[in-house]
């Protein structure tokens, strides 16, 4: 599918940056193996860390959506049967005691945590979408603005996940594709070349900085 597109419209744009937490990027987090071992590049975490500071350069909104849930995982629950699944259920959270609210763990990395003073938010959510966080749409809402720029994990369920719901909710979209992991390996791969270029546009953070800085 070829669809050509402008530049990023950067008083337009807001980053949404999903699963950024101690545990998961973290080398003492309980789940930094799993990211580790499944980024497209060693310097995965640089490069989102580029795109921040490029975004704040240019006044963008961030938005840091964390995976957090209370004490004993009560929102991961075994029901119907283990039919309803996902994958904080898949993945062991609640049995690895993961991403539990007010932990160390759940909490956004200490050096790319939002900056006092500047339109940076943290949201806490017991699912991969946020937009079913009553939360994220009110801040999209007031923000005021309208295509989101995706980051973090995982790119076939935080990152496909938000980018079809924004789709469906009229935002416009854009995937960092070497600001996310490849969870599903060549299956991730396919995800971002074949099918989240229906949903928005699939670009390298460098494209997307070198816009922005000519914005």
Known sequence: MSTDFPPVPVHDLVLVITHLQNDFWHPDGRGYSFTRDTLPFP??????????????????????????FRPGHPELAIRRGGYVRGSGRVLRLPE???????????????ELKPEPGRPEFEIDNAKVDPFTCSEFQTLLRNLNRNVIVLAGLATNFGIEMTARSANEHEYGVVVLSDCTDRMLGAYSEATLEVLLPYFGRVMDSATFIAELGTA
């Not at 310097?43 to 957090?68: F, L, M, W």
């Not at 690895?96 to 200490?110: I, Q």
Request: aromatic share 4%; proline share 2%.
């Open 96 to 110: 690895e005691n993961m991403a539990v609210r007010g932990s160390w763990g759940a909490a956004t990395l200490e």
């Open 43 to 68: 310097d995965t975490k640089d490069r989102i860390a580029s795109v921040i500071a490029a975004c704040r350069a240019q006044g963008v909104p961030i938005i840091y959506h964390n995976e957090t």
